[in-house]
């Protein structure tokens, strides 16, 4: 396959105004809010302490990195130029597979929040898996159809999500305050990639922590925190304060904004990740078929496809043996660890390409190499404590050990499948001629 004929037919559909409200979309999940809302007081000094130690570091990464190499492939591309083939696999296999826990527990939590639209007639589904399992698999068939028609009809429903939307506990706040990477992987999707993500991502970081510390505050102001769920907390709220105002009418209006918005990260998520298997197959790490680009919508239609029957398979295996919140926490614990795994490549790749000459007009880092270094560090540090506090299971967990040893040995399948996949296709390329790094 000729790599840059089937990119060349990637439609540039995004200018400065869609990135900016897709790094929104991605960066600010109100599942997060509900979550933050439980801390209490101490939440805002931790929203505060994830934008200072990761949210920026990351932000200046992505700035000097997608400048760098704006192609299409973002974290693949930036692994591949400072690790060679297998880092760019393996950085590229553990983010597509990280997402997919991920979409079950954000398409639960817009459909838990739907429950508010029937009032009290409908709360009591918030127990029943079936109502949870067919609601998300709708709920995915249009984030996916959306994506395949191509961004220039997808990227409405990621704007509309985006326009309405302890220590213990900085494992989550590490992790909700990422995602500025996401734009990056739809290089050759977006007019004038060097300059537009670059504005773009100094427009959306400060948003995206204003409206979790604002979230936060008024999930707290109408209702105790200690009565805050993680996944209807928001609502909870809403219901609280419509009833308190004398506009309990609220309510289905909030629930039906607060699912749209959920639905819009699925989407915008979605769409952002099948670009890795794309960017994959191009390279013939896996089947070429995943490199291919519909001829009329332009989009990596293969991609899209295998992933979303993945995260088919991911809500309904969620739901075996287990009540929906217990699902519900495995696949937050699980797309927590397994997502945050590849930002220290990333970090890492941000240090090792200093010491390339970045090309004329790319975005340097403040200090230069030196900041760039510090800074890189410094997100890599904060997400190595992250990922150790994200193995400690929640308080209510009856069995801990349990807990732990299913999270422990998920992620090291997830790891070793893809470097068993690797290891099969360098094989299969000895064969015929040793496997060679192409930068």
């Known amino acids: 396959m000729n790599r840059s004929d089937e990119k060349g037919k990637l439609h540039r559909a995004m200018g400065f105004r869609d990135v900016v409200l897709f790094f929104i979309t991605c960066c600010v999940n109100l599942q997060w809010v509900a979550w933050a809302a439980g801390m209490g007081p101490a939440a805002i000094a931790f929203w505060l302490l994830g934008f200072v130690t990761m949210t920026v570091p990351l932000a200046v990464c992505v700035l000097e990195l997608s400048s760098r190499y704006p192609e299409e492939g973002g974290i693949y591309v930036w692994s591949k130029r400072a690790f060679g083939d297998f880092g760019a696999f393996m950085t590229g296999w553990i983010y597509w597979m990280s997402n997919l826990p991920y979409f079950p527990g954000v398409l639960y939590f817009a459909a838990a929040n739907m429950l508010f639209l029937g009032g009290s007639r409908w709360l009591h589904l918030s127990d029943s898996r079936t109502y949870f399992l067919v609601a998300s698999l709708l709920f995915l068939g249009l984030a996916t159809w959306v994506n395949l028609v191509g961004l220039e009809f997808g990227k409405w429903l990621n704007n509309a999500g985006a326009i309405l939307k302890h220590l213990i ?226 308080d209510d967990e009856p069995e801990k050990p349990l807990a732990i040893a299913k999270i422990l040995g998920l992620t090291l399948l997830l790891v070793g499948s893809g470097i068993l996949l690797y290891w099969l296709e360098s094989r299969r390329r000895n064969g015929r001629g040793p496997a060679r790094d192409r930068a």
Do not use: N
């Open 169 to 394: 506990f900085w494992s989550t706040i590490a992790f909700a305050v990422t995602g500025l990477e996401a734009a990056s992987f739809m290089g050759e999707e977006i007019r004038d990639a060097r300059r537009t993500i670059p504005r773009a991502i100094f427009t959306a970081a400060p948003i995206v922590i204003l409206l979790y510390i604002m979230g936060t505050v008024s999930v707290q102001v109408a209702i105790p925190a200690a009565e805050a769920t993680e996944m209807q907390g928001v609502m909870e709220a809403t219901a609280a304060a419509g009833e308190r105002l004398g506009l309990p009418g609220i309510a289905p209006i909030a629930a039906f904004i607060v699912a749209l918005s959920a639905l819009g990260s699925v989407g915008a998520w979605l769409g952002a990740a099948a670009r890795l298997p794309f960017v994959a197959g191009i390279d013939r790490f896996l089947p070429p078929s995943f490199g291919r680009v519909h001829p009329k919508w332009g989009t990596p239609h293969v991609a899209l496809i295998v992933q979303s029957l993945i995260a088919v398979l991911c809500v309904v295996l969620s739901q075996a043996g287990a009540t929906v919140k217990g699902a519900y926490d495995l696949l937050v614990s699980m797309a927590v660890i397994s997502y945050l795994i590849p930002y220290l490549f990333l970090f890492a790749a941000m240090i090792r390409v200093q010491r390339e000459p970045a090309p004329a007009g790319a975005y340097r880092a403040p200090g230069g190499r030196t900041g760039a270094v510090l800074l890189a560090s410094l997100g890599a540090a904060s997400t190595l404590a992250a990922l150790v506090l994200a193995l400690f299971p929640a």
